[in-house]
C-alpha cells in the first residue's frame, strides 16, 4: 500500500512539473520569447508529450525559432497527431494539402482533416466538406460534401453555412429545403457580409411569408 502511494506522489509530482513547464513555456511565447519557450518544451516532447509536441510543431511551422524547418514542424505534428491531438492533425493536413514539409498529396491531406473532421474540428470539418465536393484526394460525393457542410455549419464557420445553403437550395447530395436554405444562408450572411449575394440568390421563390417565418425563428 506504501509503495502504491509514494508511486501516486511520484506521478502527481511529475504531472505538476509538467504543467509548469507548460505553462512556463506560454508565457514565454506570449512574450515572443519563443527560443525559451522551445527550451521549456523540448524535454516534455521528447517524453511523449502531446501538447508540447504540438507546441514545438508551432515554432517550427511558423518559424519562430532560428533552427525551424517545415521537416521538423511535420515531425513534432505526427508525434502529437498519433496521441489524438486535434490541432496536430488538422496542420497536418495543410501541410500535406500545401506541399510543405512533405511531398503534396491530397489523399494524405483529406486522411488527417479526416481524422482531425471526426474530432470535431470545424475547419476540418469544412475542408474534408470541400475535397468531397471537388474530388480532390477523395471519390466525389455531394452527399458526404453536404453532411460535413452541416458539421461545419453547425460549429459556426460562414463559409460552411454559405455553402450548405446552396446544396440545400439546388437539392445537390441533400433534400431539396428552400426554407432551410434561406436560414443557413442568412445566418452566414450575417456573420460574413461576402456571403449576402447567396443569400439573395437563395431568396429567389420565396414568398414574404416564409422569410418572415424565418426572421421571427432566428430572433429566438
Do not use: C
Not at 63 to 86: D, F, N
Not at 105 to 119: I, T, V
Not at 193 to 212: H, M, P, Q, W, Y
Amino acid at each position: 500500500m506504501r509503495f502504491m502511494f509514494k508511486v501516486m506522489i511520484v506521478l502527481l509530482l511529475s504531472f505538476q512539473t509538467a504543467q509548469a513547464s507548460l505553462s512556463k513555456g506560454l508565457a514565454a511565447a506570449q512574450a515572443a520569447e519563443f527560443a525559451t519557450a522551445y527550451e521549456l518544451w523540448l524535454p516534455m516532447a521528447e517524453q511523449g508529450d502531446a501538447v508540447a509536441q504540438f507546441n514545438l510543431g508551432i515554432l517550427h511551422s511558423k518559424q519562430l525559432i532560428s533552427q525551424a524547418s517545415p521537416e521538423e514542424a511535420v515531425k513534432w505534428y505526427l508525434l502529437a497527431a498519433a496521441k489524438g491531438h486535434v490541432g496536430a492533425q488538422f496542420n497536418l493536413g495543410i501541410k500535406y494539402d500545401n506541399g510543405i514539409g512533405v511531398e503534396q498529396s491530397g489523399a494524405e491531406a483529406f486522411s488527417w482533416y479526416f481524422k482531425a473532421a471526426n474530432n470535431g474540428h470545424p475547419q476540418a470539418q469544412f475542408n474534408v466538406a470541400n475535397m468531397y465536393r471537388d474530388g480532390r484526394g477523395v471519390e466525389h460525393s455531394n452527399e458526404q460534401a453536404a453532411t460535413w457542410y452541416k458539421a461545419s455549419s453547425i460549429n459556426n464557420i460562414p463559409q460552411a453555412q454559405a455553402n450548405l445553403a446552396l446544396l440545400l437550395h439546388l437539392g445537390a447530395g441533400i433534400e431539396q429545403d428552400v426554407i432551410m436554405a434561406y436560414v443557413w444562408a442568412t445566418i452566414a450572411s450575417e456573420a460574413d457580409t461576402r456571403f449576402i449575394a447567396i443569400k439573395e440568390l437563395v431568396t429567389e421563390g420565396l414568398s414574404d411569408n416564409d422569410k418572415k417565418w424565418v426572421t421571427r425563428r432566428l430572433k429566438k
